[in-house]
């Protein structure tokens, strides 16, 4: 595209934008716009081995259904508007109804039903057979003119060559043996307790920037919760995640990711929990978390 920054897109013109111009972690997770209305996209996510988050279960990552909305809720921000204005993530509420059923797409509904002059409001629901059984809901503000860039207009993943693949490595006697998903990420033990989650292209949401997309910020930060809420319990089942809101503070820079947990309050069978991640100071978190995990006494309790 050549227009300039304020030229407005026809709605056809921006559904194929949204389409050809995503993210790249969007992108190569296989998520399809399969239709459009003005303020509304319906998307769907096949199903891959690489998305589990545990082998024993077969049960997709939380993160991958975070990263699902977050992606899903902003191309419905985008369809609210007219392709000329950068957007970003301010927080995002994601409430887990229930597992997904292991070997099946998911599909997302996200309405953006509110815009202001800076902020868009955003509601979408997660299913595989019906919206009306979710998997997960989400609830998202999104900040309008976020930064100077517009993918709609700056980017082609066309002309950047191959993209990245997401895979996971045989890693058998590490600490995420039996979660793809954590593999594919490289999340590893860091010091005192935190994880790390390396940069790579394959994490990217705005490639411009370049950012680190808000869905795998918000998958990070998850991740790291369960690890730390499991290892300072003493529990030998992981909990089940309930909610969980993401504030997001600052871009995701292409620098490594730092992650910490802390309990905020345990009962017999919930425990609060915030978690925080930052890059080269943890003095300044790009994200942090707020949830609620189910303690459970084996793996089949849900």
Same mark, same amino acid.
């Given at each position: 595209?050549?227009?300039? &920054? ?52 077969? =049960? %997709? ?10 992606? &899903? ?5 985008? %369809?609210? %508007? ?32 509110? =815009? ?35 993918? %709609? ?50 994490? #990217? ?10 869905? #795998? ?9 369960? !690890?730390? !809420?499991?290892?300072?319990?003493? !529990? ?14 600052? &871009? ?46 084996? #793996?089949?309790?849900?």
């Amino acid at each position: 595209m050549t227009q300039s &920054s304020n030229t407005t897109l026809p709605f056809d013109d921006l559904t194929r934008a949204i389409q050809a111009r995503r993210s790249i972690y969007g992108s190569i997770s296989g998520l399809r716009l399969d239709r459009a209305a003005p303020g509304e996209a319906w998307a769907s996510l096949p199903y891959r081995p690489v998305f589990v988050g545990d082998t024993e279960t077969g =049960v %997709l990552h939380g993160g991958v259904v975070t990263a699902m909305l977050d992606e &899903s809720c902003g191309m419905a921000v985008q %369809l609210a %508007l007219d392709g000329t204005r950068a957007i970003a993530t301010l927080d995002l509420r994601i409430d887990y109804q229930k597992p997904a059923t292991p070997g099946h797409d998911i599909r997302a509904h996200a309405i953006c039903y509110r =815009v202001t002059r800076l902020i868009a409001f955003v509601r979408a629901t997660a299913y595989q057979d019906s919206e009306d059984d979710p998997v997960a809901t989400a609830t998202a503000c999104f900040m309008i003119d976020a930064n100077r860039t517009n993918m %709609l207009r700056d980017w082609a993943m066309e002309a950047h060559g191959p993209l990245p693949a997401l895979e996971a490595p045989d890693d058998p006697t590490g600490p995420f043996a039996t979660s793809p998903f954590a593999l594919c990420l490289g999340i590893r033990a860091g010091d005192d307790d935190t994880l790390v989650m390396p940069f790579s292209p394959k994490i #990217i949401g705005n490639p411009i920037l370049p950012a680190i997309h808000g869905g #795998i910020t918000g998958a990070f930060l998850e991740t790291t919760a369960i !690890v730390g !809420v499991t290892r300072e319990l003493g !529990v030998e089942v992981r909990p089940k995640p309930i909610g969980l809101t993401i504030n997001y503070l600052r &871009s995701g820079r292409a620098l490594d990711s730092h992650g910490r947990v802390s309990i905020v309050k345990q009962g017999r069978r919930v425990v609060a929990f915030e978690a925080q991640t930052w890059q080269d100071d943890p003095a300044k978190p790009i994200a942090s978390a707020f949830g609620h995990f189910m303690l459970r006494q084996n #793996i089949d309790e849900e």
